[in-house]
């Protein structure tokens, strides 16, 4: 996959522990960096799945009430 540059400034701090947690993992700091953006979307995915199953489960009755047993094949009612 072809890679894209970010220039990303924080502070001498976050830049430091960015650097110790990318050794200690035993990576670069990008390679550190891309992981954490990869787990954060990755949560926000998973996030909205939970979101929406719940949102269906709390108004399934309504659903069926309203669309009833109709065949669920898209483009068929």
Do not use: C
């Not at 540059?5 to 035993?26: F, I, M, S, Y």
């Not at 787990?39 to 979101?51: C, I, L, N």
Request: glycine content about 6%; cysteine-free; aromatic content about 8%.
């Amino acid at each position: 996959m072809a890679k894209t540059q970010l220039n990303v400034r924080v502070d001498e701090t976050t830049a430091e522990a960015a650097r110790r947690r990318a050794q200690q993992r035993g990576v670069s700091v990008n390679r550190y960096i891309e992981e954490l953006v990869q787990q954060d979307a990755g949560e926000a995915g998973r996030t909205f799945v939970e979101a929406a199953a719940d949102f269906m489960k709390q108004y399934e009755s309504l659903f069926a009430e309203e669309f009833g047993d109709r065949d669920r094949t898209p483009g068929k009612r």
